[in-house]
């Protein structure tokens, strides 16, 4: 299988901001694979490691009031300073090195395998039944390059699995894995995040990207599923969506050297209302095999027990 190419006031404000840092923070446009990690990098020198010690603490008292502040229309404007105190720190020489444990309490810092960059991710709730998504992907290199990531799943109510995804537009979410691997003699490094931005329902999803000189190109054909809505052509990402209230699983379980997750069932029968899918109790997989993730049915089946018997073996992690 081979890869295919690739209203508020407050919110216009913060999306601008990020688009803007396309222009000053990247570098080195040739590059296109991104830059290779930095070897043998002296220290941070001791006063520009006091200047990120404080740069750190302030950032934590910005994004405690994006998070919590009183009037909810106002978290975009402690958001908007929150990108601009974030972008001011990464600028600082050999931010790279910088590991952020202060601020990793506070926000998803996430960094693959084979550490060629890391994300900087967060959201915000607005309001009572909204949620919105910040990201930013720093490549490991001796000069800054940042590529601002703009949360674009209000504009996928359709094809979610379907679309490739260009220019910063990104499907909002946390992440909290990411897995390398080479296709096509390229790194795609699939990303696991979770959005439960909808009202009714939340998703999770393993998200393919590849890293460009214009930035990161999300979404790719490395699983064999078929398109819900195009039986003929293979999904570029893959999606779970189900009932707000129920947690399913997705992740990496590294007992069996596999993508564990939950066989998601509809309480109604049907499978167009996504936000009725809850946990049938039974486990499916993917399982990497040379260029792609292979679906893997049924890898934990549901345990049909009689009375006084009980359930044996392991569940995935959640």
Known sequence: MHLKRVNNIGLKKVVFYFCCLV???????????????????PAISGENLERFHIMEDSMLVTIDSAYNAFIPDTRYD?????VKQLVRTLKIEKSYL????????????????????RVFNWD???????????????????????????????EMKK?????????????????????????????VYTMFG????????????????????????????????????????????????????????????????????DKLVSQVNDPNRKYTYVPSGAYDGFKWEQDHWAYQPDIIPILNLKDGEAPS?????K
């Open 194 to 261: 979770v959005n439960s931005g909808n009202p009714i329902s939340n998703k999770k999803f393993m998200d393919p990207m590849l890293l460009t000189a214009d930035g990161p190109v999300f979404g790719a054909q490395i699983f064999n599923v078929k398109a819900s809505g195009a039986p003929n052509r293979y999904v570029n990402r893959f999606v779970m969506e189900y009932k707000k209230e129920v947690q399913a699983g997705l992740n990496w379980d590294e007992e069996r050297q596999m993508v564990i997750f």
């Open 98 to 117: 910088y590991p952020f444990d202060k601020l990793k309490e506070k926000i998803n810092i996430t960094v693959p395998d084979d550490n060629a960059f």
């Open 23 to 41: 222009f000053v923070c990247l570098a080195d446009r040739a590059a296109a694979q991104g830059a290779a990690p930095a070897a043998n990098v």
């Open 78 to 82: 402690y958001c908007e300073r929150f």
């Open 124 to 154: 915000i709730a607005p309001t009572e039944v909204s949620r919105r998504y910040y990201g930013a992907i720093q490549m490991n290199a001796p000069q800054l390059r940042l590529f601002p990531l703009i949360d674009y799943s209000d």
């Open 159 to 187: 094809g979610t699995e379907d679309s490739v995804l260009t220019g910063g537009k990104w499907l909002g979410a946390l992440y909290y894995r990411i897995i390398t691997h080479e296709v096509d003699g390229r790194k």
């Open 313 to 317: 073996g392991t569940q995935p992690e």
